[in-house]
């Protein structure tokens, strides 16, 4: 979407934007509801970042996107295979997580009930019958691939990300508070 001159419409559908003279952005339907674009004026930074920012915070696969979903410039890939009742109940929790890491991290989530989506990526995990909810991860620019072998709540998989895919290790010693310290 690109904007040029009409603030009133702009402050109507987007009030928490500030209004300039320029606005290109993408409006999503999606939990995003728009992403500003900041860089410079150049069709090519354009394009990189319409390449980055398409994709929903967790983009659901299906046979008909397969293609456009591996061919990204996102080469970290967060896949979370699950149940539909499964996956709605780690929704929320991993959209949170999702919006931390745009454009760093793609999360994908496969139903587990469509083998002709999900068995594919699990064979190469040695997964031959899956009947829970499994997440891996793929980094598809080295070529490696991690399998979350601890229970798949959305902490242990914002832990994984962080320490295996993007190498940042968080520990947390001490909290303090104005009359109490946890460690």
Do not use: H
């Amino acid at each position: 979407m690109t904007y040029n001159g009409v603030n009133g419409v702009v402050k109507l559908l987007f009030p928490e934007l500030k209004a300039s003279d320029v606005f290109i952005g993408m409006v999503k339907t999606k939990a995003e509801r728009y992403t500003k674009y900041d860089g410079s004026y150049k069709m090519e930074k354009i394009l990189e970042f319409l390449g980055k920012k398409k994709f929903p915070l967790i983009t659901k696969s299906s046979e008909s996107n397969t293609a456009w979903v591996y061919s990204t410039s996102v080469k970290l890939q967060v896949m979370i295979f699950a149940k539909a009742d499964d996956f709605q109940s780690m929704a929320q929790p991993l959209e949170d997580i999702a919006r931390r890491f745009k454009s760093k991290l793609m999360f994908i989530y496969i139903d587990i009930t469509n083998e002709n989506l999900a068995m594919p990526f699990l064979t190469l995990f040695g997964i031959e019958d899956a009947n829970k909810t499994v997440v891996a991860a793929f980094d598809n620019k080295l070529n490696s691939k991690y399998l979350l072998e601890a229970d798949p709540s959305p902490s242990n998989i914002e832990d994984a990300v962080l320490k295996e895919k993007c190498k940042i290790d968080l520990c947390v010693v001490r909290i303090t508070g104005s009359s109490n310290m946890f460690e």
